[in-house]
């Protein structure tokens, strides 16, 4: 990762991860109690109030879905957030992140998707980008139904990010407006 965080990803990722994250240390408990409320209602898991700490700590030490379990990676993001401060946090989950097609990382993704730095990605690749790891399987940039998903929620994000005023109705149409600029995979030699 760059030394310092393009501003479009981190602006990107946390408008779809963590909204809250510089406000909280570890777990956001307003999102917990609406996730709670809302999973009763439906009898089924609809949102699991994960902060971008306690993704870090489920992508680090991988176990089972369970209350137990998210227990443990509430816990284990507070101490995260509050050893190494929320900036690397932040920059271990943009090291780590599955991002699809083997690529963990923000920066690999950058260059297996657009084969460009990272600090050079449009708002729309920005967005993009910040779309995959909630479901890099379901939004394959490769697989047409894929792509068409990971666009409709990186609309989303850019949208968001308007509406909030962090980006500009400029910014917006030309985002929405150009090419995501998707390179073909490479093929790997069969040796």
Do not use: C
Request: glycine letters at 6%; proline letters at 7%; hydrophobic letters at 40%.
């Amino acid at each position: 990762l760059p030394e310092s965080l393009p501003e479009k990803i981190v602006v990107a990722t946390l408008e779809t991860e963590d909204r809250t994250f510089y406000e909280h240390e570890g777990v956001a408990w307003r999102s917990v109690a609406r996730a709670v409320v809302q999973n009763a209602r439906h009898f089924k898991i609809l949102s699991g109030a994960s902060t971008l700490p306690m993704q870090v700590a489920r992508m680090q030490r991988p176990s089972s879905r369970t209350p137990l379990a998210k227990l443990r990676e509430a816990v284990e993001g507070t101490r995260l957030g509050s050893n190494h401060g929320h900036d690397a946090v932040l920059r271990q989950y943009l090291q780590i992140a599955p991002y699809g097609n083997r690529a963990h990382g923000v920066v690999r993704a950058a260059r297996l998707y657009f084969d460009k730095p990272v600090e050079d990605v449009s708002w729309l690749q920005a967005a993009f980008l910040a779309a995959l790891p909630q479901q890099p399987g379901r939004m394959n940039p490769y697989d047409g139904p894929g792509r068409t998903r990971a666009l409709k929620r990186a609309r989303r994000i850019l949208e968001s990010l308007h509406g909030r005023g962090i980006i500009s109705a400029d910014d917006l149409r030309v985002a929405i407006n150009s090419d995501l600029g998707l390179v073909k995979p490479k093929v790997r030699p069969p040796e």
